[in-house]
């Protein structure tokens, strides 16, 4: 009896330390900039390399940047329509005030941008109590949220400054107003354009690395891959390179391929390659964006979209035609500098484009933050 006792207990260990094993340790920091890239980053800066010191001379311009920048906020509820639209440019520019200090930090070493960066995560911390079920919340919660999981990943490894008991008013912030929107919008049916899924997805694969949390980054690789909504790169990009959102106008469809294209970096720091599925689909929608936009003619097809309310489109839309957000340096960087693969429209739009400056809704700032990083 004592022997089967043992054995029980021995086996019990055993799956035990396997269990232990199997889970996944994450890389911090990991979620858009991987500590190489981070030290790229300074390098750049200190050393003046061409063409990313042109794009940190934007960076360094852009009022959102400003070690003394001044707080519009904080608000206990925050929202992009319904009552509490006065609070969209003003929290928006705060989170971005974040973001854009925390980089600021990462790219000089001044200490004086990492405490801008604390002291607004902080203040909102302290005071906001939710983000209201409007139409647009779930956009919200995934558009400022990765600025929030952003900031505080590089600030959290990279800086002795924040304190635990900042960290973890943060912390809250993030998993009791910020997350829950983003479940209910994927226990909902599918009911928006592509961009929408592409940018919570965005935020919570970042979240699940900040909060080391394997099941939620599971969740955002399978959404990405097989999700039932329109953001996702099965539903997103046809394999012609089509975007979902091609006959509604340009923009969005920028918005949606450039949400889709943060959550490969993500993960390929994470040393997972969501870049190649389906046959390296995230680079035909590029091109087929990028060549549009360049002024050539593509292919178009109605097609019927998951929610069945967007297929009505019958041509390509030419609204903001030739109008370029700062999204191409990163897969740019990926598919052609690291695998060597060839994309001829978006190193076009490179020449014309470079270098990379803002975006409110876009890591942005790419010429500085991606050219020349990863494996």
Known sequence: MKHSIKIILLL???SSLE???????FTHPGILHS?????????????????????????????????????????????????FAYTKSKMEADFSAAYLNAMMWAATKDEAHAKKSVQILE????????????????????????????????????????????????????????LP?????????????????????????GAAIYLDNEKMYNKAIDFYNNGNDNGTIR???????????????????????????????????QGDDLYKALDNRLLKGFEYIAKYNLGNE????????????YSVWNKISDISRGRFIPIYEMVYNHYVLVKGLSMPFTEQVLKKQRPEGYDRDQPAFGTLFFLGTGK
């Not at 961009?195 to 919570?200: E, F, L």
């Not at 539903?235 to 923009?251: F, P, T, V």
């Open 12 to 14: 019990f260990l055993i």
């Open 19 to 25: 269990k232990i094993q199997a889970q996944r340790v």
């Open 35 to 83: 500590q190489a890239s981070l030290d790229h980053i300074y390098e750049v800066v200190q050393q003046k390399i061409l063409p990313g010191y042109d794009s940190y001379q934007l960076l360094l311009s852009h009022p959102c940047s400003n070690s003394q920048y001044e707080i519009k906020g904080p608000f206990k509820v925050i929202s992009r329509d319904g009552k």
């Open 123 to 178: 203040v909102y911390a302290d005071t906001l109590q939710s983000i209201p079920s409007t139409n647009d919340a779930p956009l919200l919660a995934g558009l400022e949220g990765s600025k929030i999981i952003n900031a505080m990943e590089i600030l959290k490894y990279g800086y002795k400054g924040i304190t635990t008991e900042q960290i973890a008013k943060i912390n809250k912030m993030i998993t009791e107003i910020f």
């Open 181 to 205: 929107v983003c479940d209910k919008f994927y226990q909902a049916k599918a009911y928006t354009n592509g961009n929408w899924g592409a940018i919570v997805t965005r935020m919570y694969i």
């Open 235 to 269: 539903n997103y990009i046809s394999d012609s390179g089509q975007i979902q959102e091609s006959g509604r106008d340009q923009g969005h469809s920028m918005l949606g391929a450039g949400g889709l294209a943060a959550i490969c970096e993500i993960a390929n720091n």
């Open 298 to 309: 593509v292919p178009f097809l109605t097609w019927k979209d998951i929610t069945g309310k």
